[in-house]
């Protein structure tokens, strides 16, 4: 079974302040990372799908980077706001079984105004 | 409006006896899957499909079946429930490269919770 972490599990930051997790990944025979933020209450919603070494993307105040070779992707949030407290999922997946995604544990993000 | 279906949403249900979580889109997916969630845990592959008629088991398949006669549906099946899978489960889909592996987003249902005593 592919093994993906994320750290920290836990992180609370002021409004106003930016932050960043890490989500690790197997390096070999790598073929996909996803973000996914999930609001309590709510359904998991798709922020990034990366595949290539290099990767950055960005959407409004959140941007993330890819680094296949070391295996791992970092998520940041610019300027935090309240709306951004949610659990942050990263989801992995390898050449052999690209059809299987596996979600890390999750990293929740509490903002306080 | 595009979306991933499941009911029901909340159910308390008792050991052994079997019920069925739907689940349906309309975006015309190739790729359906069943997740559960569990606390500490992040979301578990239980079954997914990559068409009609092609099902494969995920990381935690036990006690749990599934079926894809049509392409929008694809319920799980618990045909005897036990208290162990008390839990909140999420169906998704998405569409499907050439090459078969998921590069385009995931799109979450609202996610059944239940509960086996």
Redesign the interface.
Known sequence: ILNVEQSPQSLHVQEGDSTNFTCSFPSSNFYALHWYRWETAKSPEALFVMTLNGDEKKKGRISATLNTKEGYSYLYIKGSQPEDSATYLCASSAIQGAQKLVFGQGTRLTINP | EAQ?TQNPRYLITVTGKKLTVTCSQNMNHE?M?W?RQDP??????IY?S?NVEVT?K??VPEGYKVSRKEKRNFPLILESPSPNQTSLY?CASTKLII?????????????SRLTVL
């Open positions: 991933v790729y899957s997740y500490g845990l992040g979301l578990r592959q997914y990559m494969d995920g990381d999420f090459a078969g592996g998921i590069t385009g987003e995931l799109f979450f249902g609202e996610g």
